[in-house]
């Protein structure tokens, strides 16, 4: 007896079905993406405020120049980290929001495009209108406009931020050090 014969070919899901698969992605995906912020900006603020009371001290020791310095060199490798997980995060949940997209655009899609009148209203700049709505026509303010620049990108200037504070205490460490060991 041949089993293959009698198998029936599984069935592809519905597009409402990989609608809402897409979509719970996507959310989840946004949820995380602004709970490893969380993380991110947690971690970064403790480093940056244990660096700042040790340089308030009035004479700074050798061994805390040098875990200044230390603490320092590891919050840069935090930035870059921090810079490469959000980004790879908002990388991944744009494909899913493409993706969804793309599914709004199908022929058979008969619901609203609700991520396509997102994107049209972040990306593009557009006014989104339903006419069931009051007022019937929502139109992006500044804050819309102001996303699109780079140094709204969260993952971009939260890391370029506490890198620069990083660096600064790095540099004023670095010639504390100098100071110390040529006195």
């Known amino acids: 007896m041949d089993s293959d014969k009698t198998r029936t070919p599984p069935r592809q899901p519905s597009l409402r079905a990989t609608y809402e698969h897409l979509l719970t992605l ?9 709970n490893m912020l969380s993380a991110y900006l947690t971690a970064n603020s403790i480093f940056v405020a244990v660096i700042g009371v040790m340089v308030s001290r009035e004479s700074l020791a050798l ?24 980004g790879r995060f908002s990388r991944r949940n744009a494909l899913w929001e ?6 709004e655009q199908a022929p058979e899609w008969q619901e609203r495009q609700l991520i396509s009148d997102l994107y049209r209203l972040h990306e593009m ?8 709505n009051e007022p019937s026509v929502f139109r992006p303010n500044w804050a819309f406009r102001q996303r ?19 660096g600064l205490f790095l540099l004023w460490a670095a010639t504390q050090l100098v100071q110390q060991l040529i006195s």
């Open 63 to 86: 061994p805390f120049t040098i875990l200044i310095i230390l603490l320092s060199v590891f919050g840069i490798l935090l930035c870059w980290q921090m810079a490469i997980v959000l």
């Open 148 to 166: 699109r620049q780079w140094w709204a990108h969260r993952a971009v200037s939260f890391p370029w931020f506490f890198g620069c504070v990083y």
């Open 98 to 103: 493409w993706q969804l997209r793309g599914i």
């Open 26 to 34: 996507w959310t989840s995906g946004s949820r995380d993406y602004h």
């Open 125 to 132: 700049q557009l006014p989104i209108e339903d006419l069931r």
